[in-house]
């Protein structure tokens, strides 16, 4: 009963709060919250679903590199252990023929040191022969006379230190008398220098005349 009495009561119902037209106006707002909310979750939800396909297909890739990495490394190794076997077999072939070619040279070099034609009783007559043609030929060259006619001037280009007596030293620029003799080679003249002679080799002049 209205506390104002029975004039008041129609003041006093108007006071009261008329919940049933609040509340849908909250269920509104609710619905609209929760609406937006599973929206959120679903596109969440999705993100997620595609981030994990995208992992998992980056898993996979990755697994099969590191199967290939794996296979690939094993395939190096045992290249590389048929190298370093071919390489062990040709050094070890090269080895065998460098003996084989040390034991030829030996034999060669000791059947080579052996003259069959000397006996252990040959004595320092037989050497005589060897050098009997060197007292021949520097008789030969001091004993030689110029010719009549073919004697030529000829200056020395460079120096020259005779070998043994039979070579007459030169100096270079100077002028000396050449000439041939029948017999000797066509490398070397006989070189006359006033009262000594000797021979000379044809590189080392200029022919004068």
Known sequence: MCPLGNGLFGLCFQA???FQETRPRNYVLS?????????????????????QTEFD???EVTRLLLEGISSTHVNHLRCLHEFVEAQTAYYNQCHHVMQDLQKELSRFSS??????????NASVPAESPTTAPLETEVLQIE?????A????KAKVLYDYDAADTSELSLLADELITVYTVPGMDSDWLVGERGNVKGKVPVTYLELLS
Do not use: C, I, M, Y
Request: hydrophobic letters at 30%.
């Open 111 to 120: 059947s080579f040191g052996r003259n069959p034609n000397s006996s252990p």
């Open 31 to 51: 619905a609209s919250a929760s609406a937006l909310w599973s929206e959120e979750v679903d596109k969440a939800e999705h993100e997620l679903r595609v981030t």
């Open 143 to 147: 004993e030689v006379q110029p010719p």
């Open 16 to 18: 009261v709060p008329d």
């Open 57 to 59: 297909r980056q898993a």
């Open 149 to 152: 006619s073919g004697t030529r």
